[in-house]
Each structure stands twice: as structure tokens, then as C-alpha cells.
């Protein structure tokens, strides 16, 4: 008999704005792209590796990554890249959007302000980050047991992997920029903070304080 397993695990999230909203400084060709089939590509992945892991039916994304270590070795590079690529992706929409930008509020300002020294220094320390991560990543601010931190990390590997619980990033994969910035990795990834939702900030800081 011949089982089922299609049934789909993962679901790339339909953007809560137009593919246009963010223009002028990521281009609605690059949403598309980005969102339609880079995104929807991690979750086939992700799912194909579920679909063959019974044991792993039922986990969230985030509990893959967490453990890696417990991920049978089959799979676990499929999912590090792939549970990754979709957690990282489905943040990533959701701390952007149209009419946002600006300096940071609420919570997450004090914070940043109280480790950073100030929201200019802290972008530059992302920034910095993102401009020094040497071939496809992230730029990353995560929470830990030690307070707030900038990392970056290579690939889709998730900050969660490493015990953290990141509260904002940046995709610094030529396939988030290429299109409108070309090889100005460092142009797009000033251009970024006019699209950051606070808000929506401010409710991933909320939550990682209470884990
Ligand atoms: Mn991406």
C-alpha cells in the first residue's frame, strides 16, 4: 500500500502588502522572485526532507533548529539549510513593510540604545556585519542569555542554532539585491532600514523575552 506523505508541512506566508509596497528600495521584480520562488523553494525542500523523516512530522521549524544535532544526519543538512531558509524568510517579510522605517520605538529602542550606545552605532555595527559576511548570509540582532547582539551568519544557518533568538535580520544573499543594487551590497543594506516595521519588531523582542 502506498503511502500518502504529500500532505505539505511548511507554507511560505503571503506577504501582508503589495509586492510593490516596499519600492523604492526593494524593487516588486525582487519581491516576486524572492518571496514567490526562492522562499517557496526552501519549503519544498524543507517539506521533501519531512516527507521522508516520519519521526520529524508534526515538529515546527524552529524546533529543527534548534537541536540540529538530533536531526537524523540524513537530513539534517537539507533542513539546517531549508527549515533555515524558510524561518529566516518568514521573519524577514514580516519586519518589513510600506510607511515604516525611521528610528526605532518602544521596547526595542531602549534596548538598543542602552547597548548599542545609540540607533545610528547599532546600524552601523549590522551594517558592518552584513558588508563582512563573506558570501551568501544574514546580518543578524538576537537575543541571548547575555542581552542583545549583531551576528551574521553564513548560508541559511539560523541564530537559533545557536541558543539565540533573533529579533531582526537582513538577507544578504545576492538574490535579495542584485537586480536593483548589483554588486553595492553595502548601498542596499542602508537602503533597508526604511523598510523596517518596528512594530512588528518590537513583538519578536516581547516574545524572545519571555523564552
Ligand atoms: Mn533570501
Known amino acids: 500500500m502506498a503511502t500518502d ?22 524593487d516588486a521584480q525582487t519581491m516576486h522572485l524572492h518571496h ?23 515538529k515546527s521549524a524552529e524546533e529543527i533548529l534548534a537541536n540540529l544535532s538530533a536531526i537524523p544526519e540524513a537530513v539534517r543538512g537539507a533542513l539546517r539549510n531549508n527549515a533555515g531558509g524558510h524561518v529566516n524568510h518568514s521573519m524577514f517579510w514580516a519586519i518589513m513593510g ?3 522605517g ?15 550606545g545609540d540607533f545610528a552605532q ?6 558592518d556585519a552584513g558588508v563582512k559576511q563573506f ?9 541571548g542569555s547575555g542581552g542583545l547582539q549583531v551576528l551574521s551568519t553564513p548560508n541559511q544557518d539560523s541564530p537559533i542554532s545557536q ?10 544573499w545576492e538574490h535579495a539585491y542584485y ?17 523596517v516595521n518596528w512594530n512588528e519588531v518590537n513583538k519578536r523582542y516581547a516574545a524572545a523575552l519571555k523564552k
Open 135 to 143: 558570501g551568501s548570509g544574514w546580518t543578524w540582532l538576537a537575543l
Open 102 to 116: 525611521g528610528a526605532p520605538t518602544g521596547a526595542i529602542a531602549d534596548a538598543i540604545t542602552k547597548t548599542f
Open 163 to 172: 541558543g539565540l533568538h533573533p529579533i531582526l535580520g537582513n538577507d544578504v
Open 5 to 26: 506523505v504529500k500532505a505539505a508541512v511548511f507554507e511560505v506566508p503571503a506577504l501582508t502588502y503589495a509586492y510593490e509596497a516596499l519600492e523604492p528600495y526593494i
Open 36 to 58: 514567490d520562488k526562492h522562499h517557496q523553494a526552501y519549503v519544498d525542500n524543507a517539506n521533501a526532507a519531512i516527507a521522508k523523516t516520519p519521526e520529524l512530522a508534526g
Open 179 to 195: 537586480l536593483k543594487y548589483q554588486n553595492r551590497r553595502a548601498e542596499y543594506l542602508k537602503a533597508w532600514w526604511n523598510v
Open 122 to 127: 547599532f546600524q552601523e555595527k549590522l551594517n
Open 98 to 100: 510600506p510607511n515604516a
